[in-house]
């Protein structure tokens, strides 16, 4: 049988859901998957809002499960369209968040696109994902922590704030939002809980915390490495996460290894209907979000 191709993009927390959905086919339905990492692999351009991303989980997919796609990324488009018409079952494409793309995956399927931002198929793919973190030099200080106490905030500037087409999308949390998640926690700790904000911009950020008032035993980070931002949010007790796939895995590994208490925002994306979606974590507590001008 032939092996599914499964394509790689976005940053490291999408790259990482994509992996999840990699080691589910492999494990649960029993096909190959090689991976296309082709979108990771173009040159940025230089204009303003242009986040070009990087293949940031090299060490945790071998590299005979890599490949570059022959087709330049615009011609791949139509290269599926032909074989959707050809074939209906060889190319099955996430079509919104709550498509499940992976259960329609057939002995004919050929290739699998999609984010599959999923919190049911990361908790199946968990165990051997959990074992290639833990056994990668890069990404070990994830999953191997001393559980520290405090409350971690985690907040998203970059394209959320200055790419309109990205802003429209996912909208900018409010300040409201992570007040009300700091009294939450507050309300039940019996000390005064550091505060570890991690950000993308420690100057926006800065004067993000100045409007909340009354706050002490702040801490502002920003490293160099993301996986060293991630790690901080990992091994913190509480942790008040944004709508940011990043920020997800953050809440995500902390919740599974030291047990810490989760805050998410809802809704998800820039729709104030708020549709339930895969990516919400049953016993995480979800805070409604109001949106930010900037």
């Not at 976005?10 to 082709?38: C, H, M, P, T, W």
């Not at 999609?114 to 290639?132: C, D, E, H, T």
Request: charged share 20%; hydrophobic share 35%.
């Amino acid at each position: 049988m032939l092996p599914i191709k499964l394509t790689l993009a976005g940053g490291l927390g999408n790259q990482l859901f994509q992996l999840s959905a990699g080691i589910y086919l492999e494990e649960k339905i029993g096909r190959k998957v090689i991976y296309d990492i082709s979108n990771l692999t173009l040159k940025p351009k230089a204009e303003i809002g242009n986040y070009t991303r990087k293949f940031e989980i090299r060490e945790l997919v071998l590299d005979t499960q890599t490949i570059k796609s022959r087709y330049p990324l615009r011609a791949d488009y139509p290269v599926r369209f032909i074989r959707r018409i050809i074939n209906p079952n060889s190319v099955i494409i996430e079509r919104d968040p709550n498509f499940d793309a992976l259960e329609r995956v057939t002995g004919k399927t050929t290739a699998v696109y999609g984010y599959f931002q999923n919190a049911s198929i990361v908790n199946q793919a968990w165990p051997v994902l959990k074992s290639r973190l833990k056994h990668s030099s890069e990404f070990a200080s994830l999953v191997n922590s001393e559980k520290v106490a405090r409350i971690a905030i985690h907040l998203r500037f970059g394209d959320y704030s200055d790419d309109p087409r990205t802003k429209s999308v996912h909208g900018l949390t409010s300040t409201k939002y992570f007040e009300q998640a700091i009294n939450l926690i507050q309300a039940n700790e019996t000390s005064d809980t550091p505060i570890l904000v991690i950000t993308d911009d420690q100057a926006q950020a800065a004067g993000f915390i100045n409007r909340f008032g009354g706050l002490s035993n702040v801490q502002i980070i920003s490293n160099p490495n993301p996986i060293d931002d991630l790690a901080e949010m990992c091994r913190s007790s509480h942790v008040v996460i944004t709508n940011s796939t990043f920020s997800w895995w953050g809440g995500w590994i902390a919740n599974k290894i030291h047990q810490s208490t989760i805050i998410y925002p809802r809704p998800w994306f820039a729709d104030k209907s708020d549709p339930d979606l895969p990516i919400y974590v049953n016993d995480w507590t979800g805070l409604k979000r109001e949106f930010s001008e900037n």
